[in-house]
């Protein structure tokens, strides 16, 4: 919706009045002073009058396709962060929804809802993360079997879950996991002898990385990606 239309429904201010506040500088969208009544606003961006909130903003969920070589943190002295590529407004007010290590690509979800992410990610709710392994050594008939039925990692006292692992060629594996113990997908290859060489995530639950996003590249997630209702 146009801005000046918001701030008069939002306030007790006349259309006019509205535009006149926009023209003073009184309006910030995103926190940046907006130059035009005309310009458009959607529900996630927050919108301020002489310093008082007037929209209560909506939450806001995203995928990245993450490449190699950047981190999932806020901030990073030393690496371009996954909020170098996630180029939204007020990005200090997300988070990553479950990390991956600096060398692993693929779905990276961000999000300004807490709730949300506690629900993707606690134990309890039983997410399934889906990773392309890709092997230094061929997989054996073996190791597919410890791995789909739960091994010790090193320094642990309980095995890990139930997995499911496909194999796609002899040394590239999907493994679906439902658990995000520290660097899970590295140790448990480690477990079994062998090494991860290169590790992409393609899902996490329902929601897949879309096949047509770039590395680096994001979009917002739909209200059927976010619905979390059903299994
Ligand atoms: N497991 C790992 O070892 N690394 C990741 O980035 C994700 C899962």
């Known amino acids: 919706m146009r801005?000046?239309?918001?701030?008069?429904?939002?306030?007790?201010?006349?259309?006019?009045?509205?535009t006149k506040a926009i023209r003073q500088g009184d309006v910030l969208v995103d926190g940046v002073v907006a130059a035009k009544g005309a310009m458009k606003v959607t529900e996630s961006n927050k919108v301020t009058y002489i310093g008082v909130l007037?929209?209560?903003?909506?939450?806001?969920?995203?995928?990245?396709?993450?490449p190699e070589g950047c981190v999932s943190a806020n901030k990073d002295k030393h690496s371009l962060t996954v909020f170098d590529y996630l180029l939204v407004p007020r990005r200090d007010q997300l988070h990553v929804v479950g990390r991956l290590d600096?060398?692993?690509?693929?779905?990276?979800?961000?999000?300004?809802?807490?709730?949300?992410?506690h629900r993707m990610t606690s134990?309890?709710?039983?997410?399934?993360?889906?990773?392309?392994?890709?092997?230094?050594?061929?997989?054996?008939?073996?190791?597919?079997?410890?791995?789909?039925?739960?091994?010790?990692l090193d320094g642990e006292k309980k095995p890990t879950k139930?997995?499911?692992?496909?194999?796609?060629?002899?040394?590239v594996i999907v493994l679906s996991i439902h658990e995000g113990r520290y660097h899970q997908v590295?140790?448990?290859?480690?477990?079994?002898?062998?090494?991860?060489?290169?590790?992409?995530?393609?899902?996490?639950?329902?929601?897949?990385l879309d096949a047509g996003l770039a590395e680096g590249e994001w979009r917002e997630l739909t209200a059927q990606e976010i619905d979390l209702s059903k299994p």
């Open 102 to 117: 600096k060398d692993t690509t693929g779905l990276i979800l961000a999000t300004d809802d807490g709730q949300w992410s």
């Open 186 to 208: 590295k140790r448990m290859m480690l477990a079994v002898d062998n090494e991860v060489t290169a590790l992409h995530r393609e899902a996490i639950g329902n929601i897949g």
């Open 123 to 152: 134990p309890k709710h039983k997410q399934t993360k889906r990773y392309r392994v890709t092997l230094k050594d061929p997989i054996t008939d073996a190791a597919k079997k410890k791995l789909e039925e739960g091994l010790l």
């Open 3 to 18: 801005l000046d239309k918001l701030l008069s429904n939002a306030s007790n201010l006349t259309r006019s009045q509205a």
């Open 54 to 66: 007037i929209n209560e903003p909506k939450p806001r969920y995203y995928m990245l396709h993450k």
């Open 162 to 171: 139930p997995s499911l692992v496909k194999v796609l060629e002899p040394n």
